[in-house]
């Protein structure tokens, strides 16, 4: 795509092909810039668990023209239902779906991460250069360009280096200045997921278990032949925090060991553990600085600003950050100090918004440690609903979790 007159065409390398750096690469590129997108995984990575959509992430998506794709490959959960034991559901929270207030536990849209980077990867083919098995293994900047090593032995120049390599990521390590502060935001959880085979039992409505030593325990169901299995687990330790680092096997014992007396439906999630290829395990975090660019380099996503699962806004994160940026460096392509900077003053205020409302204490409570407590609090949730609570306060909500922060006008300027 030609630039637009008076505009200048920058030549910019995107690290990471996931979805903040495929929605940047369809911005930029779109915007006349010549982006090329490596990704250290040998083919584009559709894989991954489920994710969703909410407030200001959607509307992001629609202005990309993508909102109907994204709509067609939805992920059928109408709610979220509280189980004991024995499978009986003690409390269902059901979504929103009015149009009006906040999404609820699940939101309408929610869609497989493959799916949903497959939708941004095709939007972001026309102009743009994929390169995959390759990452960014250093780099060097001056006043007029990035130089980047990549990890096959070559090397290349560029206007601008993005940092999309996640909540790991190591763009982010080369750019932070020396003594600077662990960004990393612990919150004491750790989670793992993978898939098995669905059951006849596996519902639509997404099952969570509580068990006794601040345990949780997800099943969701996304296509007729597979689940996804969630353990989670409350646990501030040093074996925990390092065991993500391990070999997968050191990693899956770990996880059988700390779950294995759950109950439930526990014995047939480890079974399929032991064979399970998608399997992941991740600390929960937030990634916290003050440091989103040096010179020429720039990060986004989870490596400038992860929120957790729990914020509900990851994906969402990821998509806005996306789109500011990229409209940032459309309007200042000549003036990068400016363009990171505006950039950093404009989404700075909706990623305290989302990040803030992650409450490490509510996060606990909704762990109980005994089975006491899960009681209590089965029976809490069980009142809640049947007097509408949930459904009340996402409807009528004036905001959903990105606050009352809007999005720019549009990174291209057309209006798009």
């Known amino acids: 795509m030609t630039p637009k007159s008076g505009t200048t065409s920058l030549k910019v390398l995107v690290c990471g092909g996931g979805v903040a750096g495929e929605a ?125 090593r990549f990890s096959d032995g070559s090397s290349g120049e560029f206007d601008v280096l993005v940092g999309a390599d996640g909540q790991g990521s190591r763009i982010r390590r080369a750019i932070l200045p020396p003594g600077s502060p662990d960004p990393y935001r612990r919150m004491g959880i750790h989670m793992a997921y993978w898939f098995v085979p669905r059951i006849a039992s596996d519902g639509s409505v997404r099952d969570t278990y509580l068990a006794p030593r601040s345990r949780m325990i997800m099943r969701r169901s996304h296509n007729p032949t597979e689940t996804q299995a969630y353990f989670v687990l409350r646990e501030e330790s040093a074996e ?16 059988a060991g700390r779950f294995r007396d759950a109950g439930w439906q526990t014995t047939r999630f480890l079974d399929a553990m032991r064979t399970a290829e998608s399997f992941y395990s991740q600390e ?41 940026l990229a409209g940032e460096i459309n309007r200042h392509a000549e003036d990068l100090p400016t363009a990171f900077a505006a950039y950093e003053a404009g989404l700075r205020p909706f990623v305290d918004e989302i990040q803030a409302g992650v409450k490490p204490r509510l996060l606990r409570l909704g762990m109980p440690d005994t089975r006491l407590a899960i009681g209590a609090f089965h029976s809490l949730t069980a009142l809640a609903c049947r007097l509408r609570i949930p459904d009340l306060v996402a409807r009528y909500a004036k905001e959903d979790r990105g606050g009352a922060w809007r999005l720019p006008e549009s990174p291209t300027g057309d209006g798009a």
């Open 284 to 324: 929960v975090v937030q990634v916290r600085t003050d440091t989103w660019s040096r010179g020429r380099v720039v990060l986004l996503g989870d490596a400038a600003h992860c929120a957790s699962p729990y914020s509900g806004m990851g994906i969402s994160g990821g998509l806005v950050g996306a789109y500011v």
């Open 240 to 255: 925990a925090s390092a065991v993500h680092r391990e070999p997968v096997e050191r990693q899956k014992e770990f996880w």
């Open 24 to 148: 940047l690469a369809h911005w930029l590129a779109r915007g006349g810039h010549r982006v090329t997108v490596v990704e250290r995984f040998p083919a584009l990575r559709a894989t991954g668990a489920q994710v969703d959509l909410r407030g200001q992430g959607i509307e992001a998506v629609k202005r990309m023209g993508l909102l109907d794709a994204v709509r067609g490959k939805l992920v059928d959960e109408p709610g979220v239902a509280l189980v004991d034991a024995r499978g009986r559901a003690r409390a269902t929270i059901m979504a929103n779906t009015s149009g009006r207030g906040r999404q609820s536990l699940t939101s309408e849209y929610e869609i497989m991460r493959g799916d949903l980077v497959r939708i941004l990867h095709e939007a972001a083919k026309e102009g743009v250069d994929h390169v995959f098995g390759v990452s960014v293994e250093g780099f060097e900047q001056d006043d007029d360009k990035v130089t980047a």
